[in-house]
């Protein structure tokens, strides 16, 4: 980096609190540099709750053995670079960094090219296409929604096209090392993963599959079909329908169907969403059904308050009913 680069960065970041969007650090001669961020603490009660002992083992739990907490859910900042090499060509630089549980992890690196007529790919630590799937409008409530096991990770290639009416995405995933297990007993893992998208009118809908394999022994393999409306003032209206297939030697394979409907209104500065979760799965005698409401307040384009309520009929495998849960909370971004 440049030290025209450093000298500007100290300053630009003191002066975050008046920034809209991302602050710019640096814009000449071919290149750009962006620092984003976001903080967000909540006072949360969740429907369901993972304690981890000191042996390492960890248990869900649910009803009245969960209490409220406070809860630091976010901590980001991400440095983008750009660097233009002709009028259809730039070469792409993006690292970023979370804060949780009091240690800093920088969990995405990646390096790419992106051109305006024909997308952008990246190599790296990133997010994968699945981590995109889902219509639901809640803060932390919709557990029983559509859910993949592996949705990131550090050797990921991607690529994504979006015109404006046509758009699509692809990814996939390489965890291993050469070998099907290494000495600390880490499996070979891989994803697939593609998106393809249709805007008409008011109309957004898409469909997404998904295929992670682990060590070929393991499968689950899935697909989400998802539709948004825009074409009432002021209101926002979505759907889904998903299915996943957990594939295990020895074992019969398990499908999972999902539904989710979510609606939001708003009026000035806030908006009100609420959604319907549905989890059906093959051998359960009940399927789960989960609801949501929540409004959220915007203080500024940067700033908002919320709250949420949340609740579902399933239960934990102690056999505790699953909790009305709750979340109130702030986030500050850049």
Known sequence: MKKTILAMAVPALLAAGSASASINLYDAEGVKVDASGAMEVQYYHGITEDFTDKNGDTTTHAGSDIEGKWRLDDGDFAVNTEVAVSDDLSVLGHMAFAFEDGDTKNDELYVGFQGDNWGTITFGRQLLVSDDIGITKDFEMSINSFGVPVSDGDQVAKYVYDNGTFYGAASTLQNGNGVKEDQDGEYDKSVVDFRLGYRVNDFDVRGYYYDYDESNTKDTKGYQFEAEYAGIENVALAASFGQLTKEETGKADVDT??????????????????????????????????????????????????????????????????????????????
């Open 257 to 334: 169907d999902y539904f989710s409907l979510a609606a939001a209104y708003t009026m000035d500065k806030t908006t009100f969403s609420a959604g319907w979760d549905r989890q059906d799965t093959d051998g359960s005698d009940d399927a789960v059904n989960g609801y949501y409401a929540n409004v959220a307040y915007a203080l500024h384009s940067n700033a908002k308050v919320y709250a949420e309520l949340g609740d579902s009929n399933g239960e934990v495998a102690n056999g505790e009913d699953h909790e009305l849960g709750y979340v109130a909370g702030v986030e500050v971004k850049f």
